[in-house]
């Protein structure tokens, strides 16, 4: 599960990888492994119907649809509706499941999340809304389990080759993959930086988000600092510009790494140039998310052009 290694030296860092895109099922990334154990949740309180929400992007709207169709769960998938051309492959694999798709302005995600949820009822379902309540919060000890989890393989892998991750980086849109993480830190009384490097929002956001869930899962406040960086958002969730483009495309040709423009693409971009403002030195962590269908998305349209 560890699957840590050495990726490249970048100045003088080492970069090392955490491939949690090659888990084993729905191109695995964090989703697979955050939906896993909401899945779990859903067994323990009875419930058979999955209700998430995201964007057409969304990387967690797959892997819900997907993990619910294997557990026999049925599912509704609710789609930030955003006006532009073309189906990218995460909603393209929505529609092939059998979860049903549904379209809502970004303004009308409680309404809809309730409508949902009652019209499961009706049928004499048990849902469950992936986020807790219509207003998308309460159910961050749930959506941070797993990645306090990835933090102690992080530490196994340090105990077994004897090196110590300076910094650990990975792209932040929730925030709920890196409050887990944090949670891991924060656990083993730890002080290294975990920077998230935001893909959509800013910083007061993200940092709100984070803190929310650290006291969901720790019950306690905490002193350790929150790395939320939304310097590299380049242009917003969903846009990227040309220097990301370009070191997606460099990594897949070079390193045989599949990096997308929005999320792991961003993020590994940030890193590079937070090692280069910082100069940092020695071993660095990257976790890789997932998010394949967005290269999928890149590929098709011009990456590899
Ligand atoms: C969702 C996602 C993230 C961000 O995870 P959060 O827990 O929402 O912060 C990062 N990378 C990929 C590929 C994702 O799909």
Redesign the pocket.
């Known amino acids: 599960m560890k699957n840590i290694s050495f990726l490249m030296k970048y100045k003088d860092a080492d970069i090392y990888i955490k491939r949690d895109?090659l888990l084993g099922f729905s191109f695995g990334?964090?989703?697979v492994r955050?939906v896993e154990k909401v899945i779990l949740d859903m067994k323990k309180k009875g419930c058979d119907h999955l209700i998430s929400y995201g964007s057409r992007t969304?990387?967690?709207n797959r892997a819900a649809a997907h993990l619910a169709e294997r557990e026999g769960f049925s599912c509704t998938v609710i789609f930030k509706e955003d006006g532009r051309e073309g189906m990218p492959f995460n909603e393209w694999f929505v529609k092939e499941s059998g979860a049903e798709s549904i379209y809502c302005g970004p303004d009308r995600v409680r309404e809809t999340v309730e409508g949902a949820l009652r019209k499961a009822e009706e049928l004499g379902k048990k849902p469950y809304y992936i986020y807790g309540t219509p207003d998308g919060t309460g159910n961050e000890a749930v959506?941070t389990e797993a990645?306090t989890e990835a933090y102690d393989e992080i530490l196994e892998f340090e105990v077994s080759e004897g090196i110590s991750f300076d910094h650990i980086f990975?792209?932040?849109?929730?925030?709920?993959?890196?409050?887990?993480l944090m949670a891991g830190a924060i656990s083993h009384g730890h002080k290294r930086e975990i920077v998230?490097i935001s893909?959509a929002r800013d910083e007061k956001k993200g940092t709100e988000a984070i803190k929310r869930a650290l006291y969901a899962r720790l019950h306690r406040e905490t002193d350790l600092r929150i790395h939320f960086l939304d310097g590299y958002r380049s242009g917003g969730y969903g846009a990227s510009d040309q220097e990301v483009r370009e070191l997606c495309r460099h990594m897949l040709s070079g390193h045989g790494l599949p990096l997308?423009p929005?999320?792991?693409g961003k993020?590994f971009s940030g890193m590079l140039r937070e090692i280069d403002r910082k100069k940092l030195s020695g071993p660095q962590l990257f976790i890789h998310?997932?998010?394949l269908p967005?290269v999928f998305d890149a590929a098709c349209k011009d990456m590899l052009s």
Do not use: R
């Open positions: 895109d990334g964090n989703k955050i969304s990387n967690l959506l990645y990975l792209a932040s849109g929730t925030g709920m993959t890196q409050s887990g998230g893909v997308d929005v999320y792991t993020a998310t997932g998010g967005g």
